[in-house]
């Protein structure tokens, strides 16, 4: 699946997630109500505060997930936040979520299923039992999904198929992104899988 820019591109049809946009809030002790959809994640990636869902309040803060409990939701950051908000119509069980770095590695080597082109970090080529999506909120770099070499950079988001393998085996400047894992279909196994083991 090509890259695409979550900026301004849709996403492709028959793809689980269909939008994905960062949020930010940044006026300290203001809350705002949000309308949640009944299939939306939020991954926190900068800053703090505090989210009520049914009378529970809580403190949310960078790598924090947030999904759906009730229709609406309460945001009062503590200091400027911002999240990438996923929304789309994926069924259960999902796959996982949240934040990742990744960063130039003198010691580069792939720990996954064979690859034979050159790397300077520690990640390894795999697959899933889903979609998975990559996202990428600062840095640049190349991936390698479903065999195509693809240079990425802040506000771009590789989209692989279920079943297909994936890789980032290039850091130019230090990645900080979120993967999001759709629907996990056929054997329905969770995490990274190799066809070597």
């Avoid at 009520?52 to 790598?63: L, P």
């Avoid at 229709?71 to 503590?78: D, M, N, V």
Wanted: glycine share 10%; proline share 4%.
């Amino acid at each position: 699946m090509p890259v695409i820019s979550i900026k301004n591109e849709t996403f492709p049809a028959g793809y689980e997630v269909q939008s994905a946009r960062i949020m930010k809030y940044e006026t300290p002790y203001s809350q705002t109500k949000i309308d949640m959809q009944s299939k939306e994640v939020w991954i926190i990636f900068e800053g703090s505060g505090k989210i009520t869902q049914k009378s529970q309040i809580y403190r949310v803060e960078k790598g924090d997930i947030v999904e759906r409990v009730s229709k609406w939701i309460t945001l009062e950051p503590q200091i400027a936040i911002g999240f990438l908000q996923i929304q789309g119509f994926w069924n259960e069980p999902r796959g996982t979520c949240g934040l990742f770095t990744l960063d130039k590695n003198l010691e580069g080597c792939n720990t996954g299923d064979p690859a034979d082109y050159p790397r300077n970090t520690v990640f390894d080529n795999h697959f899933h039992d889903c979609d998975e999506y990559w996202f990428i909120l600062q840095g640049e770099g190349t991936v390698v999904s479903e065999g195509i070499h693809y240079a990425v950079k802040s506000g771009d988001c590789v989209i692989t198929k279920t079943g297909d393998h994936h890789d980032f085996p290039i850091v130019k400047k230090e990645i900080l992104g979120v993967w999001f894992e759709g629907s996990l279909t056929g054997q329905k196994r969770m995490g990274h899988l190799y066809d070597k083991k």
